[in-house]
């Protein structure tokens, strides 16, 4: 029986470093375009891993915060953790400190026949509020995707800046 638990620790061990892998090829100038981010959350999904597999392999301080905060949506959204439980497995893990920066880039709209301005918004965040806080924007961002009204989104690591956008704070 041992056996077996030690192969599935192995097992994941293996499906969360490709991750890692996947994280690190398709990060460009540290930044993590939003495409490639919603593939890592569906790859999480694929491989079925449940939240003890995430505290154990992806929250890390031996990974990417990228790939921390790919591991606090798949928990919150895909497998619907508490925030509490999430929170207290980040402060354990202690990566809840880590920060991110995500910028968009939408189109202006229209108004009276006339096209407003296109908009920037960049925010920095770090896991722990992106929890506590619930930060709706942000999450309905890294969601959605670029559809819509919304063209660029870019994760980056809060030392690093988005390629193409100007890493600017609201």
């Not at 999450?139 to 030392?159: M, T």
Request: some cysteine; glycine content about 4%; proline content about 1%.
């Amino acid at each position: 029986m041992e056996e077996f638990y030690i192969q599935k620790h192995q097992s994941i061990s293996l499906l969360v470093s490709s991750i890692s892998e996947l994280l690190e090829q398709c990060t460009q100038n540290g930044s993590l375009e939003v495409g490639y981010y919603l593939k890592l959350l569906n790859d999480l999904h694929s491989y079925k891993l449940g939240f003890k597999d995430v505290q154990t392999f992806v929250f890390s301080r031996k990974r990417s915060v990228l790939l921390n905060l790919v591991g606090l949506h798949y928990s919150l959204v895909w497998l619907q953790i508490e925030p509490s439980e999430v929170l207290e497995a980040l402060h354990r893990n202690q990566v809840s400190d880590r920060e991110v920066c995500v910028s968009w880039f939408k189109l202006g709209r229209w108004f009276y026949g006339f096209r407003l301005h296109d908009e920037h918004r960049s925010r920095r965040v770090s896991l722990r509020n992106l929890v506590e806080d619930k930060d709706d924007e942000i999450f309905r961002v890294l969601h959605r995707g670029a559809v819509h009204e919304v063209l660029r989104v870019c994760i980056a690591a809060v030392n690093t800046q988005c390629s193409h956008l100007d890493a600017t704070e609201d």
